[in-house]
């Protein structure tokens, strides 16, 4: 009898030790799954960034092209050409490229990543954050409505907060161009509250249909896109909540959807 009961305990040490192993391999395989994750939400973000970068130097570039246009004309025509008429050109062509290469160090800035938590104003963060996207807006004749009450300080890693904020703002972008909304805007709100620091981000756009209506924050979950990836507002509600410490909310106003991050004050 003994010996069974020792038997049996022997195979139950056993087979705890298997179920250990087996738990350690599927959390490892959980780890690389969130790995892989988080590397598809930076190629997301990227092609969306691309799309962006894309509106954001076509006019500087229409720009460039018809910079010269007066000057080959005279040239063609044997018009003579003053000093101070192409030296002008010149500035104005330094201006410009100036300004695109500054998109481009604000794209490069972005795809850096954070190393550590740091301070750093809201405002600041949401300026170049716009300066990235405002291009995109402005091909589809969005309005871009930004209400500051305060410019609080933050800490977290700077350009995960800028990745959230393009992901919501590109997803109403997204929204009220398919739905070909009719004077539509996107509205930013930042106000301090108890001992938060809200971000509101709200749109016209009609607002989500899905019910209950946190399931866009779902891995993979995307409704009625082309091509949609199903990661920005899972991806951002991880950082904001799991690395800042924050909440993202969404709810539907009477025209469109409205997201809350709140960042506890410093
Ligand atoms: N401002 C919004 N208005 C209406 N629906 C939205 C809005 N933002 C997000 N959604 C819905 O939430 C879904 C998930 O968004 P997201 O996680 O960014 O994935 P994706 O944009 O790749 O579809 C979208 O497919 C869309 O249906
Ligand atoms: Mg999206």
């Known amino acids: 009898m003994r010996q069974t009961q020792l038997e049996d305990f022997l195979q139950l040490e056993e087979h705890n030790k298997e ?33 962006n970068i894309s509106h ?14 007066p000057i080959e004309a005279k040239l063609n025509l044997e018009i003579p050409l003053d000093n101070e ?6 500035k104005k062509l330094n201006d410009i490229t100036k300004y695109m290469s500054n998109t481009i160090d604000d794209f ?45 300080t933050l800490v977290g890693f700077k350009n995960e907060y800028s990745q959230v904020l393009i992901n919501i703002i590109n997803n109403a972008k997204d929204i009220l161009v398919q739905r070909n909304v009719e004077n539509p805007y996107i509205k930013i709100s930042i106000y301090e509250k108890e001992k938060n620091i809200i971000t509101t981000i709200e749109d016209n756009g009609g607002g989500i249909k899905t019910t209950p209506i946190e399931k866009v924050f779902d891995p993979f979950f995307t409704y009625e896109k082309i091509n949609g990836s199903g990661i920005g507002l ?22 469109g959807a409205l997201f809350t991050i709140s960042i506890p004050k410093i």
């Open 19 to 51: 179920l250990e192993k087996r738990i350690e391999q599927e959390l490892q395989k959980n780890r690389e799954k969130d790995k892989l994750l988080f590397q598809q939400s930076k190629m997301a973000a990227l092609g969306e960034m691309l799309g």
């Open 56 to 69: 954001q130097w076509r006019q500087p570039l229409m720009e460039i092209n018809s910079l010269f246009l």
């Open 85 to 90: 008429e192409l030296l002008e050109s010149i």
């Open 108 to 152: 490069r800035d972005f795809f850096v990543k954070d190393k550590e938590k740091i301070e750093f104003k809201l405002l600041d963060q949401i300026n170049s954050t716009i300066n990235i996207i405002s291009g995109g807006l402005k091909a589809h004749d969005i309005k871009l409505d930004i209400i500051i009450q305060k410019n609080p």
């Open 234 to 255: 899972f991806m951002s509600k991880l950082i904001i909540e799991n690395n800042m410490n924050g909440k993202l909310q969404v709810e539907n106003t009477a025209k």
